[in-house]
């Protein structure tokens, strides 16, 4: 298996736009999350799913920020709109029992 | 809510010296404590799982221990090599739920 595959790998935008961010977990696979990491805060969860179902967003900062989850082989998260302070690596991680998780490489957010 | 810390920040060893890596946590009703490797510009590797009903677990060169009456954890690397170079992030918490601490970065001089 080829991992967890983020993309885009890097992605720079201007503040106010729209910002998707990809995830494809490892298949078999029933457990997603996606986690932002920056130097102030470190690694923080943001969202949980577990077949599919968003179990615990309660670390989505605001409203701006949504995930999907439409099938077990693809997930989303966006920013709409994007402010610099989004700035940030997103990790997407997958595991199959939710307690070990296996990250992809990241996805490096600048808001400009 | 669970709180991780790692202490020191940063560390420097010669190659061959054994490294030994601390972490410590709040809440002793912890589910399980996990170890993470983390290399500049990639995501995380999980190293060790210690169930919160084990005391250590050993893989290769590195033992790590958990002792949840002190809330601590430690991670044992022995004889480092200069590809041990990285950050170490240590997690504890519920059974999905991480609390990740900020992580020692390793450096190991050849």
């Known amino acids: 298996d080829a991992g967890v595959i983020q993309s885009p790998r890097h992605e720079v935008t201007e503040m106010g736009q729209e910002v998707t961010l990809r995830c494809k977990p490892i298949s078999g696979h029933n457990s997603l999350f996606w986690y932002r990491q920056t130097m102030m805060r470190g690694l923080e969860l943001l969202i949980y799913f577990n077949n599919n179902v968003p179990i615990d967003d309660s670390g989505m900062p605001e409203d701006r920020f949504s995930a999907k989850m439409p099938n077990a082989s693809f997930s989303t998260l966006k920013i709409q709109p994007s402010e610099p302070r989004d700035s940030a690596v997103y990790f997407c991680a997958s595991s199959l029992t939710g307690e070990r998780p296996f990250f992809g490489q990241g996805t490096r957010l600048t808001v400009v | 809510k669970q709180e991780v810390t790692q202490i020191p920040a940063a560390l420097s060893v010669p190659e061959g010296e054994n490294l030994v890596l601390n972490c410590s946590f709040t809440d002793s009703a912890i589910y399980n404590l996990q170890w993470f490797r983390q290399d500049p510009g990639k995501g995380l590797t999980s190293l060790l799982l210690?169930?919160?009903?084990?005391r250590e677990q050993t893989s290769g060169r590195l033992n790590a221990s958990l002792d949840k009456s002190s809330g601590r954890s430690t991670l044992y690397i022995a004889a480092s090599q200069p590809g041990d170079s990285a950050t170490y992030l240590c997690a504890g918490g519920g059974d999905y739920k991480l609390s990740f601490g900020a992580g020692t970065t390793v450096t190991v001089r050849a």
């Open positions: 210690i169930q919160s009903s084990q």
